[in-house]
Structures are given as C-alpha cells and as structure tokens.
C-alpha cells in the first residue's frame, strides 16, 4: 500500500470521503507552488492532484490552460516539479498525484521517470491523454516503484472499457463528470450517478470525480456517491484572481479550500 491506498483505507474506516484539490505547478509562479500545496493541506485535503504543465493540454478547459501557460513562462520542468514534492515531503506526508500528459514523462522515459517520482515523493500518475490500452510500458514500471497508475473514465465509455480501466487502475478510479474538458460547471451531471453504478459492478476501488465540480455543494453531492471529489479549476480561478497579491492568494485559496473540504465532509 501506498499513501493513497493507506488514505483511502483509513476514510473508509471513518465512513468519510475525499477532497482532492488540483493545483497547476508553477502556476503564477514555481516559487508559491510549495506554500499553495501546504495551504491546501492546511485546509483540509486529503490528497493533492498537482499538475504537470504543458503545451497542448488537450483535456483540460481555458482557466487550466492559462494556468498552464503561466507557468510554462518560467520554464518549468518535470525535473523541477519533482523537486518541488521533495521539498514539500520534508513538512507533509500528504498523497500526492501527478496529472501529467504523456509526452514529459515519455521523453524522460518511464523507469527513469517512475524512479525519479518515487523517489520525490510522489504517489501516483494520472495520464489523461494515455489509454490503458496503450500503457503497457508504465503499467509494467510503476508498479516496482509503489506508484499508483490512475486512469479515466467517461460517461461515454462503455461497460466493457469501464471494466478494463477498473482492472489496470491503482490507487483510485478518477471518474470524469463530462464529456468535454475542465472547468468550473454551475450544475453537476446527471452522468455520474450511471457512471458510478456501472463502475461497481466491476471493481471495490476508490472512485473519486472530478471535471466540473466548482463548488462545496457540489462536492457534497459528489460524494454522497463516490469516494471523493476532485476540485480544479475553480480554485485555480481563485488563484488567477489574486495573481498579483501573494498573501491574499493565500488566504483566498486557503478559505474556499476549506469550504469545499467542509462541503465534502459534511
């Protein structure tokens, strides 16, 4: 068991669920990355998504891709991420997942990059561009460095698919709300409910949500369903609208950080 398969055991021994904030690295600026993701432990997460930035984020909506394109700005790198978690480890013990597209960790190569990952601190990948059909190569490696491999399933996917990914998924099953890409939504899907059922009967795994839930009255929702929820971009709004105060960045992430935590343990 890894951290994420010891947090999610020790939520189910409480009949709690999971907050899952998401957080761009790098994102308005590599140097806050650390204070945002002990600010968001401070609040209350359970698990952190950390994203990885990239030039052509294809699953993710406007709010993340200008997040990502702030931080590529400073020329951030999987390198220096990984550094990042390290740092972070020395003050926090949270799991940690990274969301990155295939092509960084491809071009480091997946036992260097599953090595090095292992070895920062992280606790599992999230591929949203990497079919379970197609990831042999990391589904060989990961698993020899206690690394969870996290993959999507969509409303659209069907009973057949959802069964596959349940099969190769570790950790959790990250369950997208929508068919589409990120974003704040003002209403939840009627999709998830189905999605979740039919998830089920395949599998006892963490399922959590995420793509669209903006709100601690969504999150609640979520989760009187599923075991978690995965909060983004809307907190990466909050960030963009505090970019050129670091202190009230602070404080803003942190105060609907901890709404939406209250939303998900309520």
């Known amino acids: 068991m890894n951290r994420i398969d010891k947090k999610f055991q020790e939520l189910r021994d409480h009949g709690a669920r ?16 650390s204070k945002l993701l002990l600010t968001l432990v401070e609040a209350g997460a359970d698990l952190i998504e950390l994203g990885v930035p990239f030039s052509d984020p294809i699953a993710d909506g406007p709010t993340i891709q200008r997040a990502s394109e702030r931080a590529l700005t400073h020329n951030i790198s ?7 978690v390290a740092s972070v480890r020395k003050e926090t013990d949270i799991p940690i997942a990274l969301m990155s597209y295939y092509n960084p960790i491809f071009r480091m190569g997946e036992e260097i990059f599953c090595k090095a990952a292992q070895a920062a601190g992280v606790d599992g990948v999230i591929v949203p561009d990497l079919p379970p059909e197609q990831a042999k190569p990391l589904l060989e490696v990961a698993p020899n460095y206690n ?7 969509a409303p659209i ?4 698919r959802m069964k596959l990914i349940a099969s190769v998924s570790t950790g959790f099953i990250y369950c997208v709300s929508v068919t589409g890409v990120t974003g704040a939504r003002g209403t939840l899907s009627d ?17 959590s949500v995420g793509f669209g839930v903006s709100t601690p009255e969504q999150a609640a929702q979520v989760v009187q369903i599923a075991d978690g929820a995965i909060v983004g971009s809307a907190i990466v709004n909050v960030i963009e609208e505090h970019i050129n105060d670091e202190a009230k960045l602070l404080a803003a992430v942190k105060q609907f950080a901890s709404d939406l935590a209250v939303g998900v343990k309520a």
């Open 18 to 33: 999971a907050f899952m904030p998401y957080l761009c690295a790098g994102d308005p600026i590599p140097e806050l990355t």
């Open 78 to 84: 999987l390198h220096q991420i990984l550094e990042i």
């Open 147 to 153: 690394l969870a491999t996290i993959f999507l399933a």
């Open 157 to 160: 996917s069907p009973p057949e």
């Open 191 to 207: 999709e998830i409910a189905p999605m979740i059922a039919e998830l089920r009967k395949h599998t006892d795994k963490p399922i």
